[in-house]
């Protein structure tokens, strides 16, 4: 049979469009079963309370459980890698956060690449560490601090919740740009480097916002200056530290991405849903309530948040010699 020139390009051209139209049919009825979220870190902490607070909001806008999986191992790359090697179907998202980014170089040897193997989608928070000392340490200010250490090199200890920690990374990128030497102790995890801190056993720690805030309202800890780049709501007589070291900005971050090859559709609603889940003001409070504050934006804003600390810690890494074990 000849089909006419003009019938065939018609027939061409709607074919040509069958894919486009099935993937945003796709994308609307997305989700139809459950999704879960993968974080690679204990339950219980800053990182899995954005995760429940965003899957909680996105089951009731959305009209499917997002169920929160935790999958701690190997620094967080066990769950990671899991999550990155799932099928591209937005029905395996991951919570990401700065220990991705400093896994990057902190790993010499990963079966992936975060920044390559990770569709970013929305950021969720940007959470402060609290610089913090005993009470029994003499400086009383940033500055102070940075006097007393250059003044008596190595004599002031530095405690963190290990090496390559959220604590580690805070501390390290204080000492490069203040030019001091504190010795870093290294611990189990954040609660006996705390436990110590409080005994007087060190002097030095750059704490959450979480475990610190009780010990400071009630005396036991002298904060110094919180670690994002403004102050915060939740403590705001307590300068930032970049008031002293113009730039300074070490802040916990969480935020959900998915496997690459992730229908750019669903990777938009998904974000479009977070954004609108973010601004509700019981979600706000939460946040606030351990310094956390929303962190609004494209995908493209948060692949490039991604992208910029994965450089930063690199730098910082590798300027400090920071090996895990």
Do not use: C
């Not at 610190?212 to 009630?218: E, N, R, W």
């Not at 113009?246 to 974000?271: C, D, H, M, Q, R």
């Not at 956390?292 to 930063?312: C, H, N, Q, R, Y």
């Amino acid at each position: 049979m000849n089909v006419p020139r003009r019938t065939f390009l018609n027939l061409a051209a709607g074919a040509a469009t069958l894919p486009v139209v099935s993937r945003f049919a796709w994308a609307e009825n997305y989700p139809a079963h459950p999704v879960r979220v993968v974080v690679a870190l204990a339950a219980g902490g800053a990182a899995d309370i954005s995760a429940r607070l965003i899957g909680r909001g996105l089951s009731e806008r959305l009209g499917q459980e997002f169920v929160v999986e935790n999958r701690p191992g190997a620094g967080g790359n066990l769950g990671t890698e899991a999550a990155v090697r799932a099928p591209a179907d937005g029905y395996t998202l991951l919570l990401v956060g700065l220990a991705n980014a400093a896994n990057a170089t902190l790993y010499e040897k990963l079966n992936f690449d975060f920044v390559r193997d990770i569709s970013p989608i929305a950021g969720i928070s940007r959470e402060p560490n609290i610089l913090v000392v005993n009470p029994s340490f003499p400086a009383k200010t940033v500055p102070e601090l940075i006097a007393y250490a250059k003044t008596n090199p190595g004599k002031a200890n530095m405690a963190s919740a290990g090496n390559g920690s959220t604590p580690h990374l805070a501390g390290e990128l204080f000492k490069l740009m203040a030019g001091i030497d504190m010795v870093h102790v290294p611990y189990r995890g954040g609660a006996p480097a705390m436990t110590d801190l409080l005994g007087g056993q060190v002097q030095v720690l750059f704490a959450s916002m979480a475990t610190s805030i009780g010990h400071i309202k009630d005396g036991r800890l002298r904060p110094l200056g919180v670690t994002t780049a403004m102050r915060s709501e939740a403590l705001p007589d307590i300068a930032s530290v970049g008031e002293f070291l113009p730039g300074y900005e070490a802040s916990f971050w969480a935020g959900i991405g998915a496997p690459k090859n992730t229908p750019v559709e669903i990777i938009n609603k998904l974000n479009k849903e977070i954004n609108v889940v973010l601004t509700d003001p019981k979600v706000k409070a939460h946040l606030a309530d351990t310094g956390g504050m929303v962190l609004p934006g494209s995908p493209a804003d948060f692949g490039k948040l991604i992208a910029a600390e994965t450089e930063k810690w690199s730098k910082v890494i590798r300027a400090a010699n920071i090996k895990l074990g």
